[in-house]
């Protein structure tokens, strides 16, 4: 029975392949949050999936509606089987006993119609279906996340007495260089300098839409290291429902000098807060302040592990058991 359905597979084996590459190919769209905010085109055309166009290309089987695999009158039911597209056949187990299995017939390959050699169709050699290219239109709509699919129904390969496959498309955002997305909120790390966390700031953002929005901090208003802020409606567009934004999430990075002159401290200090006094005791022991390497760190982090687990080895090792007698 296994070989008989291997026969039955052979037939379309080579369409199936050609298509299955081709939806392994397009399964992943390297789609730009840029695109995906302004709903643009796609083109999963190119080897790379560059986003040039909206037409997909592809080859597949459909079915041969002109000769339908045969010369008019040349196809009749298969005479081994009857047009059933099964067979039965009886297997003598032991003497008395025999086992009756349904197989499909190897004359039709169980499509239950034969066509004659001599009048089968000469571009599809009776098999009904021919290969033809087609090209749709794939667009993405403003709000699509990572990993939601774009479904082409009845669009796959066309087999007789079979319902067409479907094409699906799989989006896969592409990591922004600057944004971050959260659902429909846009997260933006934004750096600025000490002076501008102090004395305020305004600053021009470039949206995915290529829009420019002023973002202000007032003088006298202090940004702290690490501080959020939002900007409503600035975010991606909701999926069928683009009028509709969520937020824009801007965290500020606060980047401090590395040193400073020694006579520009006396003025800094006349503007700032007064140091809180400390009261140091007569037997505090000064330190000294070093830099840390995360590199250096984690390396010696990692060579004291691997001597704890050789030391508890050492030990496992050295126990002594007691002889039996």
Not at 127 to 155: S, T, Y
Not at 296 to 314: C, I, L, T, V
């Amino acid at each position: 029975m296994d070989s008989d359905l291997e026969s039955l597979k052979k037939r379309t084996a080579s369409s199936e392949a050609e298509l299955q590459k081709l939806i392994e190919t397009f399964n992943k769209l390297k789609q730009r949050y840029d695109n995906l905010n302004n709903g643009d085109d796609i083109s999963p055309e190119l080897a790379e999936l560059a986003l040039k166009n909206s037409k997909l290309k592809y080859r597949l089987n459909i079915l041969n509606r002109v000769s339908r695999g045969g010369k008019k009158g040349a196809i009749e039911p298969c005479p081994t089987c009857k047009g059933k597209g099964v067979q039965i056949q009886v297997h003598q187990l032991a003497p008395g006993m025999v086992q009756q299995t349904q197989c499909i017939c190897r004359d039709c390959e169980g499509q239950k119609e034969r066509i004659n050699p001599k009048d089968r169709c000469k571009t599809c050699n009776g098999q009904k279906v021919i290969r033809d290219r087609k090209i749709l239109e794939v667009h993405v709509d403003q709000g699509m996340v990572d990993g939601q699919k774009i479904v082409f129904n009845g669009e796959g390969d066309q087999e007789p007495g079979l319902k067409p496959g479907d094409i699906i498309i799989v989006l896969d955002e592409l990591e922004h260089s600057r944004f971050k997305r959260s659902g429909n909120d846009l997260i933006l790390r934004e750096k600025i300098e000490l002076v501008e966390a102090l004395c305020g700031f305004q600053k021009v953002i470039q949206t995915l839409d290529d829009r420019d929005l002023l973002i202000s901090s007032l003088p006298g208003t202090v940004m702290k290291h690490g501080e959020v802020k939002t900007v409503m409606g600035e975010g991606m567009p909701q999926y069928k429902n683009p009028f509709e934004k969520g937020r824009l999430i801007i965290q500020f990075l606060v980047e401090f000098p590395t040193s400073l002159p020694p006579n520009v401290i006396p003025a800094l200090e006349e503007c700032l807060p007064k140091r809180p006094e400390q009261m140091i005791p007569d037997n505090a022991e000064e330190c000294i302040l070093e830099d840390m390497d995360p590199e250096a760190e984690s390396h010696r982090r990692d060579s004291r592990n691997a001597y704890d687990e050789d030391e508890m080895g050492s030990q496992q090792g050295s126990r002594v058991q007691c002889a039996t007698h």
